[in-house]
């Protein structure tokens, strides 16, 4: 198919391609790890921004869609290569001043959870109302897990991490609850008795939210035992392998 034809884009023929293209890492069944799903995802948004790369609009609709897809299924490792292996095209592209804000964002965030970075300072509020900072933490390694119990993905991943903590006493895990229902929170909580959990019902709002720049559920980030970032993962099994 030609990729470089802008009268396309207004049909359904690109979006088809590239998705049909994806799908078979985007699959659930092929017993691919989250590494390997990474790694040839990687490959294939390549190869489509090089197909698609014969016409700065139809290079800009390809950008656009795979942005948009990563985001929505929160393949944060995904949108970080298309954002920072394509910036100039990027910038170049957005013209829109809240995908400009939202890029500017998502850069800041790469720059400040960059691996080896000191962690940004953070407050909890445990579910009894008290605080407790980050730096009172002292463990071999630290887990950030940000999730909720409305979250299909978080009923997935929570348990796996339970499992691992109540296995792994170096390891503390703050598992830090997207929910805004107190009621709805507390229950969630019973299920997972090994992790340290705090909640400010802000939701998306939330400081730590915004310090740690969390735009998905779940979202897990390990730091060592002087607090430092390893890494910022959207899967327990890509996190758990650094630990």
Known sequence: MDTTNPKLINTPLYSELIINYLQYYLGSDRGFS????????TKCVDTILQKFGGHPITQRFALKFLQL???EIGQEEL???IDQTYKTQIVEFTSDTKEQSDFEKRMA???TLKAGNLSPAATFTSPEGSSFDLKDIKNKYTVLAFWASWCPSCEEQMPL????????????????S???DKDEFISAIKNYPSLTHSCDYTAWNSKIVEAYYIHASPTFIVLDDQQRIVGKYSSWEAAEQEL
Do not use: P, R, S
Request: hydrophobic share 40%; proline share 0%; no cysteine.
């Open 34 to 41: 989250d590494d390997q799903i990474v790694e040839e995802l």
């Open 178 to 180: 997207l929910d805004e």
């Open 161 to 176: 991490v339970e499992t691992y903590a109540k296995a792994h006493t170096d390891v503390t895990v703050v598992a830090v």
């Open 79 to 81: 949108l970080q290569h």
């Open 109 to 111: 965030g790469y720059a």
């Open 69 to 71: 897809g990563f985001k």
